[in-house]
């Protein structure tokens, strides 16, 4: 070992580079951001040779003024904090002042700037061993320019460890779409080897800020996804949040923002696969796009110098906030739920369908109202303008305008449920509907199994969790970190219907399970229990074992493929599925539902053409 001594400047900041300049894309999320807490509304970025060879970013923000260009390639410099408090309640993208020191040291850097709207700016160039910065004037308007050159050059090592041409493109591409998710009101114009490769216009209206995102995560996603704000107690959610049908083999669309910040943290993701837990087939991944906004205080974005990462100081509360705002958006994603459709007192308990008990329909009602259930008897099948002829509509008084059948159909068509009305059953197992669309195909066990599901959950919860004292006390060895978690958590368990006590310093005793749990072996869960309030502050898991055999039971109760069904149980289960929440998937996460639009049928038989 030799003595100790300081390194010089550039050794310093090529190891800060590690840390801040992975790839191009590294440089290009961190101008881009500097751009931003500078005020700018419109970016442009030139990149040539996935940006290895050139990146520029050119803004109209405040600009830098001539005296502290210098400083601004410097290491540790920085005009978004003075004081501990300042970094206490961080508003700004940036703010640790390595970024352009540490793109310098590993590149040709040329910054161009101006803080005025007329005459001539200023340019800093950073070359050379010891990083030494000139000052020449430079025709410019106000705003900044950043020019990155060659980027590794001098650290060959560096060099090879980055993809091809079009792998380095693809990471920049993503970081600009990112940020134009995040930030409506800024207009990116994006040139990869001069030719245009992506143009946003600033989006200031929500039909504007709609475009955007469909842009950047297709018009599939935004025709499957439903937009929400939600705001409790100074925590704000908001966004667009795909229906569960449009799952993903991979979690390739998933954008969370943080206060206009793109982040990776376990506990959102934790919060929002529950809230999706029970309606995604296996494997498969939610999309979505989602903001959330709190105090600065309340969250600290000091933990990684790339600031992927971002700490909660409060991260039970933001898991509530997040689970219990996600979990009611997902419920109401069932048919007919999206415009906020009162729910129905219909019931399917034991494949109840309407029938004797169903309410008489009331012939000649003057108004329009829409009743439930449509009660047929056992022998109709007729059409669905047969079905609709018990609504009826205002007698015409004299002198009405003409064309009263076109206002009659108009009228008609107006109070046809999003389901529809039954037509017909196919093998036993598919329900075929009408609706305004054109045909429903409803696959008949999986909309019951999850009509009775959510029934026997509400029933369950109304009750309570019920436990089961055990014959005999299991004891369970843990450490000495997780017996005291149970301890401090004792009340908790004790609302999932587990009674635990504390038998050592590092064991606990299990005097008490869920009652549906009984036979089944709790160590595995308790420990799991454990494991999510250690990590994200709370847990669902006991909950989730219940609901698999609620799930399960539901299953074996539901009306089983083969039944023949009436015209008065087909409408009545319609109707049911319209007024259940998450009615669009089985308990398993497949599609209980699926729509032909007329366009469609139409294009089968090439009609039109």
């Not at 409790?232 to 569960?244: E, F, H, Q, S, T």
């Not at 301890?487 to 609302?495: G, I, K, V």
């Amino acid at each position: 070992m030799s003595r100790i001594h300081l390194l010089s400047p550039r050794l310093a900041n090529q190891i800060a580079a590690g840390e801040v300049v992975e790839r191009p894309a590294s440089v290009v999320k961190e101008l881009l951001e500097n751009s931003l807490d500078a005020g700018a509304d419109s970016i442009d970025i030139d990149i040539e040779q996935g940006g290895i060879k050139r990146v520029r970013i050119r803004d109209n923000g405040c600009g830098i003024e001539k005296d502290d260009l210098p400083l601004a390639i410097s290491r540790h410099a920085t005009s978004k904090i003075l004081a501990l408090e300042d970094l206490e309640a961080v508003g700004t993208l940036g703010f640790r002042g390595e970024a352009l020191a540490s793109v310098a040291s590993v590149s040709r850097l040329t910054l161009s700037s101006n803080t005025l709207s007329e005459g001539a700016g200023w340019l800093a160039r950073c070359e050379g061993r010891d990083m030494t910065v000139d000052v020449e004037p430079t025709a410019h308007p106000r705003g900044t320019s950043v020019e990155v050159r060659d980027l590794f050059f001098n650290t060959p090592a560096r060099r090879k460890f980055l993809r091809t041409e079009k792998t380095e493109y693809s990471r920049i591409d993503e970081v600009v779409k990112k940020l134009a998710l995040s930030h409506f009101n800024v207009a990116f114009h994006l040139r990869h080897n001069n030719k245009p490769a992506r143009r946003f216009p600033a989006a200031t209206t929500q039909l504007e800020q709609e475009r955007r995102v469909a842009a950047v995560c297709g018009p599939a996603f935004m025709e499957q996804a439903r937009f929400f704000n939600t705001e409790v107690d100074g925590l704000r959610l908001w966004g667009w949040l795909g229906a569960p049908t449009f799952s993903r083999s991979q979690a390739d669309l998933q954008y969370f923002f943080v206060n206009g910040r793109s982040i990776r943290d376990k506990v959102v993701s934790h919060a929002v696969r529950q809230a999706y837990q029970d309606v995604l087939y296996h494997g498969r991944h939610p999309a979505y796009v989602l903001f959330l906004e709190l105090p600065a205080t309340d969250i600290d974005v000091n933990v990684h110098p790339t600031k992927h990462e971002v700490r909660f100081r409060e991260s039970r509360t933001v898991h509530g906030f997040l689970y219990g705002s996600l979990s009611r958006i997902v419920a109401e994603m069932g048919p007919g739920r999206d415009e906020g459709e009162q729910s129905s007192d219909v019931s399917v308990a034991g494949l109840s369908f309407g029938g004797a008990d169903a309410p008489p329909m009331r012939q000649g009602d003057k108004s329009l109202s829409y009743q439930h259930p449509v009660a047929f008897s056992a022998g109709e099948r007729g059409s669905i303008r047969d079905q609709m002829s018990v609504y009826q509509l205002p007698e015409p008084s004299a002198g009405t305008a003409t064309n009263n059948s076109l206002q009659n159909a108009e009228a008609e068509q107006a109070e046809i449920p999003p389901l529809g009305y039954a037509l017909s059953q196919l093998r036993g197992i598919f329900i075929l509907a009408e609706n305004r669309e054109g045909l429903v195909l409803v696959d008949m066990h999986a909309a019951h199994e999850r009509i009775t599901y959510e029934q026997m959950k509400t029933a369950y919860e109304s009750v309570g969790v019920a436990a089961q004292p055990l014959l005999v006390p299991e004891a369970l060895a843990v450490s000495e970190k997780e017996a005291d978690c149970a301890e401090s958590h004792l009340p908790l368990f004790e609302t999932l219907g587990v009674t635990l006590q504390r038998a050592g310093p590092e064991s606990l005793m299990v005097r008490a399970v869920p009652a549906l749990l009984r036979g089944a072996n709790v160590e595995p869960l308790i420990r799991d229990v454990l494991s999510d309030l250690l990590t994200h502050g709370t847990t669902r898991r006991i909950e989730e074992q219940i609901n698999g055999i609620l799930s399960t039971m539901a299953c074996h109760g539901s009306v089983r493929a083969g039944r023949q069904l009436t015209l008065t149980e087909m409408n009545a289960l319609l109707r049911e599925m319209e007024a259940t929440e998450r009615s669009g998937q089985c308990n398993h996460g497949r599609p209980t539902w699926t729509q032909l639009s007329m366009t469609e049928l139409d294009a089968l038989f090439m009609r039109g053409r």
